[in-house]
């Protein structure tokens, strides 16, 4: 089992910066890469960024050039840094990590950009 917390969620205007941060606890070796994923109301969850076990790193197009993540192997955290947000980024962002025939997901934090 994988426990995944997300926290940093909030309102924010256009243009401004969030980070969110996903700690992880459980059965970490198992985990081959973490990532964050979003779901707007009437809309399918998307991937927004993944980060592997090796670090390489994969965005949506979307959000290319302002998000950014990272991980912190020694606190067993993941973060997604996002700056230039727009109201379209307001979603429920979800942290998620998957390895060999799992996949987990966290609660979900919600970020709402006013115009």
């Known amino acids: 089992q994988v426990q995944l917390v997300e926290s940093g969620g909030g309102l924010v205007q256009a243009g401004g910066s969030l980070r969110l941060s996903c700690a992880a606890s459980g059965r970490l070796f198992s985990i081959n890469g973490m990532g964050w994923y979003r779901q707007a109301p009437g809309k399918q969850r998307e991937l927004v960024a993944a980060i592997t076990s090796g670090g390489s790193t994969n965005y949506a197009d979307s959000v290319k050039g302002r998000f950014t993540i990272s991980r912190d192997n020694a606190k067993n955290t993941v973060y997604l840094q996002m700056n230039s947000l727009k109201p379209e980024d307001t979603a429920v962002y979800y942290c998620?990590?998957?390895?060999?025939?799992?996949?987990?997901w966290g609660q979900g934090t919600q970020v709402t950009v006013s115009s």
């Open positions: 998620n990590a998957w390895g060999t025939g799992f996949t987990y």
